[in-house]
Each structure stands twice: as C-alpha cells, then as structure tokens.
C-alpha cells in the first residue's frame, strides 16, 4: 500500500512538472506556440507567424461570427442562408 501512494505521488509530480504537449503539426517537436511554459506572447507570435493570410481570415471571421451570435443572445450555431 505505501509504494501505491508513493507512486500515485510520483506520477502526480511527474505530470505537474513536465505537462504534456499536443504534437499540433505532426513535426515531431515541440514548437514554441505548443509549449505551454512559454510566455503567452511568445507563443502568440509563434503561431501568428506559422498562419497564411487564409488562415488568419478565417480565424477573424469565426470570432466576428461567435460575436455577432453573443450581442443577439444566440448562441446556436449559425444557420447558413
């Protein structure tokens, strides 16, 4: 029993301090805009920096659509006419 809760302990201490990331691009390392111990402005300009002017687009057009849906008090998803 007491090696269980001295495992249990490690295995906390092990995902506190070395928190997994998610592999987004399939590239095998992690990027700064993956990381989640790099300062948020870093991994801001990371990713902006990674983005076509396509994505970049389209990232604004959802949060304009998500807004627009907010002020009506809908918060459905949009129907497309």
Known sequence: MKSL???VILSFIN???????I???KNGK???YENPQ?????RIDDLLGR???DEKIAQMKAIGE???DN??????????Q
């Open 5 to 7: 809760i001295i495992l």
């Open 15 to 21: 995902t506190v301090l070395f928190a997994q990331y």
């Open 23 to 25: 592999d987004a691009n």
């Open 30 to 32: 992690m990027d700064v």
């Open 38 to 42: 790099a300062d948020i402005e870093e």
């Open 51 to 53: 983005m076509n002017l």
């Open 66 to 68: 998500v807004q627009l």
């Open 71 to 80: 002020q009506r008090g809908d918060l459905s998803e949009k129907n497309s």
